[in-house]
């Protein structure tokens, strides 16, 4: 990913644009969407 992965992002002391947060929120809720789509349960979402 450009500019790093979400952890890295996490663990830096740069704050976030909003873009950003809203970028790696949208890939997370599409992720979460394709798993139910197919019936498939993540067990380890914090």
Not at 20 to 43: M, P, S, T, W
């Amino acid at each position: 990913a450009p500019g790093g992965d979400l952890q890295t992002l996490i663990d830096g002391d740069l704050v976030p644009l909003e873009g950003d947060v809203v970028h790696f929120v949208k890939q997370l809720v599409e992720g979460l969407a394709y798993l139910h789509q197919r019936n498939i349960a993540h067990l380890d979402i914090k």
